[in-house]
C-alpha cells in the first residue's frame, strides 16, 4: 500500500498554528486552539468514511432519506498530550468508543516504556484513530501502533498538529498501511527531541506543568 500522508493547508489552521508557536500563548488558549485544530482534523479523517447506512426520519415537514455513520473508529489518545485532542474529536464523533495508551521514551534504557493500556473490548477489526498533537521521533507512536496492531484492528489513521520529516519516515518503513493527517511537516528536530521550529513541549504548554 502506498504511504499517505495528508497536509492540511487551510487559512484557518494555518492562523490557529500560528497561535500555538506563540511562545506567549497562554495555557487556556492553547488549550482551545488544540481542540479548534483537532475538531477540524476529524472531520478530515472522516471525509472518506464509506460504512454508512440509510434511515428514513420524518422532518417537520415531509418523510426524509438519511445516512447515518455505521461502525464508528475507536479513538486513541496517546496520553497524556493527546488528551488535549480527545474531547474535541469526540464532540465531532460523539457515537465513536476510546482508548487510552501510555507509553514514554525512557533515556536510560534508550527504549519505551507503556504505563497504561485500554480500549474498547471490541477493537478487533475495527479503524482507529490515533491521536497526539506532536510527533517527533516517533518511538512512542511507533510502539502505540504496534501495540493496536497487536489487537487486530483494522486501519489506523494518525492525527497529529505537527510530525518531523524523520517520524514520517520511520512510521512507514514500520507501518507502510497507515495513513497520517497533520498541518505541516517539521524539517528538523533539536539535540533534545524537540520539533524545529514547533511549539514547544504540547504537554507542558496543554497542562501548566512547566
Not at 17 to 22: H, S
Not at 82 to 99: E, V
Not at 133 to 150: G, H, N
Not at 166 to 173: D, G, K, L, Q, T
Request: aromatic share 10%; hydrophobic share 45%.
Amino acid at each position: 500500500m502506498k504511504a499517505k500522508v495528508e497536509v492540511l493547508y487551510h487559512p484557518l489552521l494555518r492562523h490557529k498554528l500560528g497561535y500555538l508557536r506563540d511562545k506567549n500563548t497562554n495555557s487556556n488558549e492553547f488549550r482551545d486552539l488544540v481542540k479548534e485544530i483537532s475538531r477540524i482534523l476529524a472531520h478530515e479523517v472522516m471525509r472518506d468514511w464509506s460504512d454508512m447506512r440509510a434511515f428514513e426520519v420524518e422532518t417537520p415537514i415531509a418523510k426524509a432519506q438519511v445516512e447515518r455513520i455505521q461502525n464508528p473508529p475507536v479513538v486513541v489518545s496517546v496520553m497524556r498530550a493527546g488528551n488535549g485532542m480527545l474531547d474535541a474529536i469526540l464532540s465531532m464523533i460523539p457515537f465513536a468508543p476510546a482508548g487510552f495508551i501510555g507509553i514514554y521514551r525512557d533515556k536510560f534504557i534508550h527504549n519505551t516504556v507503556e504505563y497504561y493500556f485500554k480500549v474498547p473490548a471490541d477493537i478487533k477489526g475495527r479503524s482507529a484513530l490515533l491521536c497526539d498533537p506532536l510527533v517527533s521521533t516517533a518511538d512512542t507512536m511507533i510502539a502505540a501502533i504496534d501495540r493496536l496492531k497487536s489487537y487486530e484492528v483494522g486501519r489506523i489513521k494518525i492525527m497529529t498538529i505537527l510530525i518531523s520529516a524523520f517520524a514520517v519516515e520511520r512510521i512507514h518503513y514500520f507501518h507502510p498501511d497507515v495513513e497520517i493527517y497533520t498541518l505541516n511537516i517539521e524539517k528538523e528536530i533539536n539535540e533534545l527531541g524537540y520539533l524545529v521550529p514547533g511549539l514547544g513541549d504540547a504537554g507542558d504548554r496543554l497542562y501548566q506543568t512547566k
